[in-house]
Nanobody
Framework: QVQVVESGGGLVQAGGSLRLSCVVSGSDFRLNAMGWHRQPPGQQREWVAGIGSGGSTNYADSVKGRFTISRDNAKNTVYLQMNGLKPEETAVYYC????????WGQGTPVTVSS
């Protein structure tokens, strides 16, 4: 049974930073691409960033230069460092595994106050 658990969300002022973590169990983490998505209140879920099994990264244009996705295979963990946060980035942030079947976490809420 694959489990995906996010943490690290919270309340931050505009311009501030947060680091989200996502721990995956029950799968061979090293083989999986991983991604972060977010869902603002009343809006659709959107992709934020992804990291391949080899460490290659890509980002939504809206977060390039401010967010960094990384992984620690020894800890089965993927991170999302978010700097320069904006109020419109208030959302529930979700981690998802890549591959044939996607597994989603329960999300961690991020609130950016103006």
């Amino acid at each position: 049974q694959v489990q995906v658990v996010e943490s690290g969300g919270g309340l931050v002022q505009a311009g501030g930073s947060l680091r989200l973590s996502c721990v995956v169990s029950g799968s061979d983490f090293r083989l999986n691409a991983m991604g972060w998505h977010r869902q603002p209140p009343g809006q659709q879920r959107e992709w934020v960033a992804g990291i391949g099994s080899g460490g290659s990264t890509n980002y939504a244009d809206s977060v390039k230069g401010r967010f960094t996705i990384s992984r620690d295979n020894a800890k089965n963990t993927v991170y999302l460092q978010m700097n320069g946060l904006k109020p419109e980035e208030t959302a529930v942030y979700y981690c998802v595994t890549g591959g044939v079947r996607n597994y989603w976490g329960q999300g961690t809420p991020v609130t950016v106050s103006s």
